[in-house]
């Protein structure tokens, strides 16, 4: 059975700086794609940034580009979220997810399993 434990999410204030891991157990994390999404009250989950199995390809959604940044250690089975220059829109709970085909992507349907998310609370 795979298993996704996000972490790291907390209270920041605007323009700091937070690191969420996901460490995934139970399954072949180094062939996996994995993607971090995020859902603010009453908004739909959104694409956030996703990598690739060996890391050699990342996108981001424009909303993140140049603060978010995606990594991953296979040694570890962990994907890494690190998130700089916090704004209050970036206030949400933030999933990461696995694609078993290895490739990630932007869309949620292309996802295989999640985690049950942490919470980002960016004070302004």
């Known amino acids: 059975q795979v298993q996704l434990a996000e972490s790291g999410g907390g209270l920041v204030q605007a323009g700091g700086s937070l690191r969420l891991s996901c460490a995934v157990s139970?399954?072949?994390?180094?062939?996996?794609?994995m993607g971090w999404f995020r859902q603010a009250p009453g908004k739909e989950r959104e694409f956030v940034a996703t990598i690739n199995w060996n890391g050699g390809n990342t996108k981001y959604a424009d909303s993140a580009k140049g603060r978010l940044t995606i990594s991953r250690d296979n040694a570890k089975n962990t994907v890494y979220l690190q998130m700089n220059s916090l704004k209050s829109e970036d206030t949400a709970v933030y999933y990461c997810a696995a694609d078993r085909w290895g490739l990630g992507g932007l869309g949620w349907s292309g996802y295989d399993y999640w985690g049950q998310g942490t919470q980002v609370t960016v004070s302004s």
């Open positions: 139970g399954g072949s994390f180094s062939a996996y794609g």
